[in-house]
């Protein structure tokens, strides 16, 4: 069992419309949580990343973390064909000192 | 510019070869890290090092050896073992009071035939 889960996608959102990715974790000692962007051939980007219960909003991106139901979210405000990429969603600090990523949620922003 | 250099962006070897990927970094990062991405998955840790001269297997350490005998660099080699090399490989590092928070370099695409 993937300790990390994510729908892999495609997600396909309209432009301008509110993108929403989703991401559920196994281990309950998992303390921190990253969003990266991934485009079609490169290396992830490090886009958000959040450690306490709620809302962190950065510029259009809103990482939203439940620790109760081992639930982290990625809302993305007024989607841009440029955000057509893959989302990965990591956490960290569970046993072994390293970051857990989930597959992946490939997202389409169409014009 | 600070940041994490991997060279070269495409490699191709034969099967039987071994190869190193280069990685360095300009971060003043303590640890670096390996992971190998396949067609359409997330990313898989091959080893880790949080401190010069020692490093730790990750969850697919198998025909992949590591040095680190500097702070700025951790070269990966793919051995003759590997049986499946044929993957984009990532480097990355974070500093160490925030070791979650990894950044990573443009990655290595190797094909072995």
């Known amino acids: 069992q993937k300790e990390v889960e994510q729908n892999s996608g495609p997600l396909s959102v309209p432009e301008g419309a509110i993108a929403s990715l989703n991401c559920t974790y196994s281990?309950?000692?998992?303390?921190?949580f990253f969003w990266y962007r991934q485009y079609s051939g490169k290396s992830p980007e490090l886009i958000m990343f959040i450690y306490s219960n709620g809302d962190k909003e950065d510029g259009r991106f809103t990482a939203q973390l439940n620790k109760a139901s081992q639930y982290v979210s990625l809302l993305i405000r007024d989607s841009q064909p440029s955000d057509s990429a893959t989302y990965l969603c990591a956490a960290g600090g569970a046993a072994g000192n390293k970051l857990t990523f989930g597959g992946g949620t490939r997202v389409l922003v169409k014009p | 510019d600070g940041g994490i250099t991997q060279s070269p962006k495409y490699l191709f070897r034969k099967e039987g070869q071994n190869v190193t990927l280069s990685c360095e970094q300009n971060?003043?990062?303590?640890?670096m890290y390996w992971y190998r991405q396949d067609p359409g998955q997330g990313l898989r840790l091959i080893y880790y090092s949080q401190i010069v001269n020692d490093f730790q297997k990750g969850d697919i350490a198998e025909g992949y050896s590591v040095s680190r005998e500097k702070k700025e660099s951790f070269p990966l080699t793919v051995t003759s073992a590997q049986k499946n090399p044929t993957a984009f490989y990532l480097c990355?590092?974070?500093?160490?009071?925030?070791?979650?928070?990894?950044?990573f370099g443009p990655g290595t695409r190797l094909t072995v035939t």
């Open positions: 971060l003043n990062h303590d640890a």
């Open positions: 281990d309950r000692g998992s303390q921190s």
């Open positions: 990355a590092s974070s500093a160490r009071d925030s070791l979650y928070e990894q950044y």
